[in-house]
């Protein structure tokens, strides 16, 4: 079983137990997947999570001494395999990158990944982003987070499940500076639909496509598994881009 492998920094609450561990949310928009590694993922979370991870605390994070240079920080949120996290990391040399996943495997092949590349500007957090965003996030301190292919929970008894909410979206909104970008994109119009709604009622961001708009896809997005998913079932891709509001506008 996998479990026994593990080292004893991995956050071994991100598989079968991860519940009790967490704080008290009830609804959460993930479910734990007992996914197996790969070895070469395994050996990976052994011997490079150390040096690239950053455990899960209640305690926000000093983002400066954390990457030992000022730099603007994003956020991604969710990377799954780190497609975009490690895209957006070698075009960006001068922007320090947080990446936030629960599964297992993932963070294997992201740290796989950024090992190859000898990326010095990411770092990775196993735990629930919201816990991440309220806990271990200072409020003003994220230039852009970024939510590519959110799990769409198409049933309608789950949409509570969904990760852009009211709770979300303010929790985003209070750790973003001046000008900080959410970026999020999806390939299942309903939620499309759900989270135009669930921006066009929150009074701490705009659209920087206009009212109503979905934004042009911008060419240095990379393209991740679950987007060329979406691409062979035919499904159109919606990207949103809202901007926080300046105080008084
Ligand atoms: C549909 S996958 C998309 C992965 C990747 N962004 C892509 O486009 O290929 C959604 C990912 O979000 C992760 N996820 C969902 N809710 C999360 C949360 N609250 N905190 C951290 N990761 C989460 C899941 O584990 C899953 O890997």
Redesign the pocket.
């Known amino acids: 079983m996998v479990e026994q492998h593990r080292p004893p920094t991995l956050d071994t609450s991100t598989e079968r137990s991860i519940e009790p561990r967490l704080t008290s949310r009830s609804i959460?928009?993930?479910v734990v997947?007992n996914g197996r590694l790969t070895r070469a993922q395994q050996q990976a979370v052994e011997a490079h999570l150390p040096e690239y991870g950053i455990p899960y605390s209640e305690t926000p994070l000093n983002l400066s001494a954390l990457f030992n240079r000022d730099a603007p920080v994003w956020m991604?949120?969710?990377?799954?395999?780190g497609?975009?996290l490690l895209a957006m990391a070698k075009q960006n040399p001068d922007v320090n990158l947080i990446g936030?996943?629960?599964?297992t495997p993932?963070i294997g092949q992201a740290l796989m990944g950024i090992e190859a590349a000898q990326l010095s500007n990411v770092r990775l957090i196993q735990?629930?982003?919201?816990d991440?965003l309220q806990n271990m996030i200072a409020p003003a301190s994220l230039a852009k987070v970024l939510l590519?292919?959110?799990?769409?929970w198409r049933k309608k008894r789950h949409h509570k499940r969904r990760?852009v909410q009211q709770e979300f979206l303010n929790t985003v909104a209070s750790r973003l500076l001046n000008e900080g970008v959410l970026h999020c994109?999806t390939d299942w119009a309903d939620y499309a639909q759900w989270m135009k709604h669930e921006f066009s009622i929150n009074p701490a961001f705009i659209n920087t496509a206009g009212t109503g708009n979905e934004a042009v896809r911008p060419d240095w997005r990379p393209l991740?598994?679950?987007?060329q998913r979406g691409h062979r079932l035919g499904h159109e891709v919606c990207d949103l881009i809202f901007k926080l509001r300046e105080a008084g506008s």
């Open positions: 959460r928009s993930f997947r991604e949120i969710g990377f799954g395999n497609d975009a936030v996943e629960i599964h993932g735990h629930d982003a919201m991440v590519f292919f959110p799990d769409p990760i994109a991740t598994r679950f987007e």
